[in-house]
C-alpha cells in the first residue's frame, strides 16, 4: 500500500505502510515541512504497518527538530507496541 500524508486541523496523518521502500520521499517531505514551520503534529493511527527503519526515521525526525528549536508531537498514539518501540529510541519518556 502506498503511503499517504494529509494535513487536517494542523495534523500530518500519516496513512499506509512505514518502512525502507517510501523513506526518501517522506524524509524529503517532512525536511521541507521542518524548514517552514515551528512545530510538526503527527498522527501514526493510521499507518498499517511500521518496520525499524520507520522508527528510526521517526526518531531522527524528532531529533533533528529538537536540534532545530522545533516542536514535534506524535498525536493520539494508542498502539502500546509502537510506544514501546518509541521508547528504545528515546522518543517518550514516560
Same mark, same amino acid.
Given at each position: 500500500?502506498?503511503?499517504?500524508?494529509?494535513?487536517?486541523?494542523g495534523i500530518?496523518?500519516v496513512?499506509?505502510?512505514?518502512?525502507?521502500?517510501?523513506?526518501?520521499?517522506?524524509?524529503s517531505? #517532512?525536511e521541507?515541512?521542518?524548514?517552514?514551520? @515551528?512545530y510538526? =503534529?503527527?498522527?501514526?493511527?493510521? /499507518?498499517?504497518? *511500521?518496520?525499524?527503519?520507520g522508527v528510526? #526515521?521517526i526518531?531522527?525526525?524528532y531529533?533533528? @527538530?529538537?536540534? =532545530?528549536?522545533k516542536?514535534?508531537? /506524535?498525536?493520539? *498514539?494508542?498502539?502500546?507496541?509502537?510506544v514501546?518501540?518509541f521508547?528504545?529510541e528515546?522518543?517518550?519518556?514516560?
Open positions: 500500500m502506498a503511503l499517504t500524508i494529509k494535513k487536517e486541523f500530518y496523518e496513512n499506509g505502510e512505514l518502512n525502507a521502500q517510501n523513506m526518501n520521499s517522506l524524509r517531505y #517532512f521541507t515541512i521542518m524548514e517552514h514551520s @515551528a510538526i =503534529k503527527l498522527s501514526l493511527n493510521k /499507518i498499517i504497518g *511500521l518496520d525499524m527503519t528510526k #526515521f526518531s531522527s525526525l531529533k533533528k @527538530a529538537v536540534k =532545530k528549536n516542536v514535534f508531537f /506524535i498525536v493520539d *498514539l494508542y498502539d502500546k507496541e509502537i514501546q518501540l521508547k528504545k528515546n522518543i517518550f519518556t514516560y
